[in-house]
């Protein structure tokens, strides 16, 4: 991995297209301050092997995008309330992780293509979700389904026409 943590900042999954996003965009080191709602983790790049831009960056959403598998920790129907906030069946507030829309506005006016692959067997509800967070604008490529996260990849690379080595992943599992 070309990636270094440099500090643990919560005990929530990695967002790891934080550093991608930084590292990227700026080709220097990250900022040593973060806020404790953001991304868990800082990452820098590995200086003595740094890496070339993406061009195709994919997401998974469930503990890389909002804190909670979306086919248990939260209740469909979703809806927006005229406070701007979505909640699902029960009336609770269904929360993202602070730092997302910044990092996806960023990553696309820079230019990447941005995509979704996510293993979940709640493809209306991930689809909702991220059609009510304002989303959708952002992703270029969507796989939302169950199964292998090599089906989603092999789909994303016929779909998109980017080799394989040039997909960069952000995943709970890194």
């Given at each position: 991995m070309l990636w270094k943590q440099v500090r643990h900042l919560g005990k929530t999954p990695t967002v790891y297209a934080t550093a991608l996003l930084l590292a990227t965009a700026t080709r220097a080191h990250l900022c040593q301050q973060q806020s404790p709602k953001s991304s868990p983790n800082i990452f820098i790049p590995d200086?003595?092997?740094?890496?070339?831009?993406?061009?195709?960056?994919?997401?998974?959403?469930?503990?890389?995008?909002?804190?909670?598998?979306?086919?248990?920790?939260?209740?469909?129907?979703?809806?927006?309330?005229s406070n701007g906030k979505v909640y699902d069946a029960h009336k609770k507030h269904v929360k993202y992780y602070e730092d997302v829309p910044d990092i996806l506005k960023k990553l696309h006016s820079e230019g990447f293509k941005l995509g979704i692959a996510s293993r979940t067997g709640a493809v209306q509800e991930a689809s909702d979700l991220t059609r009510l967070f304002n989303w959708d604008q952002y992703f270029h490529y969507r796989q939302i389904y169950p199964g292998s996260k090599i089906t989603h990849f092999k789909k994303l690379h016929s779909r998109s026409n980017i080799m394989l080595d040039s997909i960069q992943e952000s995943n709970e599992d890194h």
């Open positions: 200086q003595n092997n740094f890496m070339a831009q993406p061009k195709l960056i994919v997401f998974d959403l469930d503990y890389t995008l909002w804190p909670f598998w979306v086919d248990t920790h939260v209740d469909p129907p979703f809806r927006m309330a």
